[in-house]
């Protein structure tokens, strides 16, 4: 029986790269997302990955979307939370509500879809959790202070979670990619793209969806195993820790 890998915002962009490589690798893979159906709907068709609609920023709703996932495909083994958003502005405009949306869904997130995979993984003796943080989590991004904090958030839990997951031969890694090709990226103006981004990246592009999809993989095998709390940077060598 191949395990099963949930991925979330698994329909689109880097999510997409991951529910498709994960799926190559052998997996039986569940595609969330939030509520673009047509999307969802292209993604499906032309995969096959099944995919299902809930809010990550919703404890209630992710607990319900696990629920079903596992009866329909059988327990999660591999958690990939990868659904994320951008509310981007200068902090002296932002509004309560443009903090609060990011937070939600980019650090509770990971909190209210580990939380219902966690003890069945702790009695199983088996998980890995992949959590997709940002470089810019790790560097801080002006104009972007919600998604900076949450995405340094996301680094804090794997790391804490990692110490408490190892025992139970449960993983916790992190990945953070640099600027990678996908719709979220590509909304940012061409000329600050080629102007003031790709500059910045040494290998002088931006990453690919499947980039991210690889190490992805590779955090979820088995052979993976010693590897907890760490953080794979794949930025194009735009940023060191
Ligand atoms: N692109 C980059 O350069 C880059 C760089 C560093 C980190 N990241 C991180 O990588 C992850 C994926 O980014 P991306 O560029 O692939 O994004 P994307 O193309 O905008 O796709 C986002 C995916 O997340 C889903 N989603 C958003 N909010 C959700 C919610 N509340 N509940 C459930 N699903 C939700 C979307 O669902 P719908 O289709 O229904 O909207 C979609 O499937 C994010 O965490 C992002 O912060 C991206």
Known sequence: MSRVALVTGGTRGIGAAISVGLKAAGYTVAANYAGNDEAAAAFKAETGVPV????????????????????????????????????DVMFHKMTPQQWREVIDTNLSGLFNMTHPVWGGMRDRGFGRIVNISSINGQKGQMGQANYSAAKAGDLGFTKALAQEGAAKNI?????CPGYIGTEMVRAIPE??????IIPLIPVGRLGEPEEIARCVVFLASDEAGFITGSTISANGGQFFV
């Not at 992710?62 to 994320?84: F, Q, S, T, W």
């Not at 993983?171 to 990945?175: G, L, Q």
């Not at 000329?191 to 003031?196: A, G, T």
């Open 171 to 175: 993983t916790v890694n992190a990945i």
């Open 191 to 196: 000329k600050v793209l080629n102007e003031r």
């Open 52 to 87: 299902y609609k809930w809010d990550v920023s919703s404890y209630e709703a992710c607990a319900d979307g696990v629920r079903k996932v596992e009866a329909d495909l059988g327990p999660i083994e591999v958690l990939v939370n990868n659904a994320g958003i951008t509310r």
